[in-house]
């Protein structure tokens, strides 16, 4: 965070005690949840990265800068689900050649948020949380600046969150409804409201429910013009109808 975005930062809301109290603990929990879990998915990690070298050229991890607690960057973790060449500095969500760059196993991974589990090595080290808000790309300004106004960087950033179960790759496309979603988490922040989370999280992931990308949107937005265009030429159709019918009536 520069000095200018810390002098425009509009601190919106302060933890209360209670939360600062839930988030000590919640800091302990995270560390023992994310030890454990590494144990337990190491053989799942020998598997998955024996399919990505098989699958393709590359390193098997995926390492990028993110926006995190403060506002600070840190380095985020992931199974790579991508070619080399890829643009990775885009947001899925607005990445309109991810169909091409995306692997084949990559596309397994992202459908079940397997190239995620990595991250687990973020939580570990305190530089994520289980629960929060997702770290942003340093090229996703909007958000980034929505996030600033409701000073959204005095937690850790997480896995997942409530504007991931409330439209996820989705809410890239709105600044705005996402860093709403984040300022409530923010507000409301408790042991109960990370229970709805993770389970809730958990259903999604299974059903794949909010998965979108640059291509699915162009797709529904070209959906849309058609329909769109469709109920106009219906418009047309049945006002030369009615005319038609006048003229008769006339003559």
């Not at 169909?99 to 196993?105: E, F, Y």
């Not at 996402?178 to 999604?204: M, P, R």
């Not at 699915?216 to 019918?245: G, L």
Request: aromatic share 12%; glycine share 6%; charged share 25%.
């Amino acid at each position: 965070m520069t000095k200018t975005e810390q002098e425009k930062l509009n601190i919106e809301y302060k933890l209360r005690f209670g939360q600062k109290i839930y988030l000590v603990f919640k800091a302990g929990f995270d560390f023992i949840f994310s030890l454990v879990m590494l144990i337990l998915l190491i053989p799942l990690f020998i598997v998955v990265a024996i399919a990505i070298k098989l699958d393709s050229k590359g390193p098997v991890f995926f390492c990028q800068k993110r926006i995190g607690r403060y506002g600070k960057e840190f380095t985020i973790i992931k199974f790579r689900s991508m070619t080399l060449d890829a643009n990775h500095e885009v947001a899925t969500a607005k990445y309109e050649q991810v169909a091409g760059s995306i692997t084949k196993v990559g596309k397994v991974l992202r459908k079940l948020s397997i190239d995620e589990l990595p991250q687990l090595l973020c939580i570990l080290t305190f530089k994520m949380s289980l629960i929060g808000y997702r770290p942003l790309i340093l090229s996703e300004k909007n958000i980034h600046k929505e996030r600033l106004k409701y000073n959204m960087y005095q937690i850790r950033p997480g896995l997942t969150g409530w504007a991931q179960i409330n439209g996820r790759d989705a809410m890239s496309n709105m600044p705005k409804k996402k860093a709403e979603y984040d300022f409530y988490y923010l507000q409301n922040v408790s042991f109960w409201l990370d229970f709805k989370i993770f389970f809730k999280t958990i259903g999604k992931v299974i059903k794949s429910d909010g998965v979108k990308d640059a291509t699915y949107n162009k797709k529904n937005k070209k959906q849309s013009t058609a329909k769109k265009e469709q109920q106009e030429q219906a418009v047309v159709t049945e006002y030369m109808a009615e005319t038609q019918k006048e003229n008769k009536d006339v003559g």
